[in-house]
């Protein structure tokens, strides 16, 4: 069974503060690795896929990277408007379903 | 764009109600879900469609029907609601068969059975 497990579950910073977020993951094949954020009240908002070991993405103050067994979601240099709970997904390559993680709450205090 | 709409926003329900919640995407996808969002469960599969006409069952079905009759609308139905139902429900679409894209969610429906 697929299994995703993202740690920490909550972590505060400080503004300007960098830190990592990890999703560590159990599949017999990886087709992608999905990393979402969402705000209070929304639904996720894409942000990046991974698709094999190795593989790195950028976005403002966000990178992501992948291992063979975890994915982590750095960042730097965070700022207030970064707070949002980051949810890691993956999918199989023998199935066409997501299988999620139940995320991690940041807050990033000015 | 509106990109994925949910209605209602919010909605309490009693015991043994019945309701629909609406789901349309305006983006043209193919494919579309629906997720419930539970503390400490994570998001979890519901339904999806991979196109219109063509439905099938994702993690957690029971107690939910859906249908698909054109591709913009993709309403989950519930018969008879129960407690257990109380959840944020999410639908999301992707313009692959949602194997390798990403997906476009909603803004959720916050239900509450009491």
């Known amino acids: 069974e697929d299994q995703v497990t993202q740690s920490p579950e909550a972590l505060r910073l400080q503004e300007g503060e960098s830190s990592s977020l990890n999703c560590s993951y159990t599949?017999?094949?990886?087709?992608?690795l999905f990393w979402y954020r969402q705000d209070p009240g929304k639904g996720p908002e894409f942000l990046f896929t991974?698709?094999?070991a190795g593989e790195e993405k950028e976005k403002e103050r966000l990178k992501a990277t992948l291992t063979k067994k975890e994915s982590f979601l750095h960042i730097t240099a965070p700022k207030p408007e970064d707070s949002a709970t980051y949810l890691c997904?993956?999918?199989?390559?023998?199935?066409?379903?997501?299988?999620f993680g139940e995320g991690t709450q940041l807050t990033v205090n000015p | 764009n509106a990109g994925v709409t949910q209605t209602p926003k919010f909605q309490v329900l009693k015991t043994g109600q019945s309701m629909t919640l609406q789901c349309a995407q305006d983006?043209?996808?193919?494919?579309m879900s629906w997720y419930r969002q539970d503390p400490g469960m994570g998001l979890r599969l519901i339904h999806y469609?991979?196109?219109?006409?063509?439905?099938d069952q994702g993690e957690v079905p029971n107690g939910y029907n859906v249908s698909r009759s054109t591709t913009e609308d993709f309403p989950l139905r519930l018969l008879s609601a129960a407690p257990s139902q109380t959840s944020v429900y999410f639908c999301?679409?992707?313009?692959?068969?949602?194997?390798?894209?990403?997906?476009?969610f909603g803004n959720g429906t916050r239900l509450t059975v009491t």
């Open positions: 983006m043209n996808h193919e494919y």
């Open positions: 999301a679409s992707s313009p692959t068969t949602g194997v390798s894209g990403p997906l476009h």
């Open positions: 599949v017999s094949g990886l087709r992608g």
């Open positions: 991974l698709y094999s």
């Open positions: 997904a993956v999918r199989e390559t023998s199935g066409s379903r997501l299988t």
């Open positions: 469609s991979v196109g219109a006409g063509i439905t």
